[in-house]
T-cell receptor, first 113, second 113 residues
Framework: DVKVTQSSRYLVKRTGEKVFLECVQD?????MFWYRQDPGLGLRLIYF???????EKGDIPEGYSVSREKKERFSLILESASTNQTSMYLC????????????FGPGTRLTVT | KNQVEQSPQSLIILEGKNCTLQ??????????LRWYKQDTGRGPVSLTI?????NTKSNGRYTATLDADTKQSSLHITASQLSDSASYIC????????????FGGGTRLMVKP
């Protein structure tokens, strides 16, 4: 079974803090994704990566950066957390090529106070 | 602009009853459509995938339909169970390079005993 794990289920941070969200997948998938999920807005893509050290902006990259130093790990970084970044963050991975299912992690609920 | 609209936003039904969730999309060019189930506090899990040529696909008590002409899909749940309580998300993929997924806002289903 594909397994995508995220470092924290719940996280509370203060405004201005630097926040790291970690995601690890164990299926040697080329592609990895970070989404945020907000009520009424659905999932929105922040960044994705199709290979080590490669990254592409999604629909809402502002205020975020990512790092992919190893194939199995994709990190989302909030350089200076703000209250409008309070959200559920979901990581996903899938094999390279098109049409494959994305496998999601359990999510990290981040609250910025 | 690519959009995926789901209805209703929320639904409450009694255990054992059937229900149908709707998904309308304006995504083009169309590649495939997936329905995901997302339990509270968890990441989405794929239920079905449908391509342009498929009209109906079943997965146990879940049956998805696709009308590519009207750009509509539905997810029918038969003999609902308490464990069906979840959010159901419609996701459409565009036939382009890269990760071109458009997510619907989801339908939150609650099954009551």
């Amino acid at each position: 079974d594909v397994k995508v794990t995220q470092s924290s289920r719940y996280l509370v941070k203060r405004t201005g803090e630097k926040v790291f969200l970690e995601c690890v997948q164990d299926m040697d998938h080329e592609n990895m994704f970070w989404y945020r999920q907000d009520p009424g807005l659905g999932l929105r893509l922040i960044y994705f990566s199709y290979d080590v050290k490669m990254k592409e902006k999604g629909d809402i990259p502002e205020g975020y950066s990512v790092s992919r130093e190893k194939k199995e790990r994709f990190s989302l970084i909030l350089e200076s957390a703000s209250t409008n970044q309070t959200s559920m963050y979901l990581c996903a991975s899938r094999p390279g090529g098109g049409g494959y299912e994305q496998y999601f992690g359990p999510g990290t609920r981040l609250t910025v106070t | 602009k690519n959009q995926v609209e789901q209805s209703p936003q929320s639904l409450i039904i009694l255990e054992g009853k059937n229900c149908t969730l709707q998904c309308n999309y304006t995504v083009s060019p169309f590649s495939n459509l997936r329905w995901y189930k997302q339990d509270t506090g968890r990441g989405p899990v794929s239920l079905t995938i449908m391509t342009f040529s498929e009209n109906t696909k079943s997965n146990g008590r879940y049956t998805a339909t696709l009308d590519a002409d009207t750009k509509q899909s539905s997810l029918h749940i038969t003999a609902s169970q308490l464990s069906d309580s979840a959010s159901y998300i419609c996701v459409v993929r565009v036939s382009k390079a890269g990760n071109m997924l458009t997510f619907g806002g989801g339908t939150r289903l609650m099954v009551k005993p």
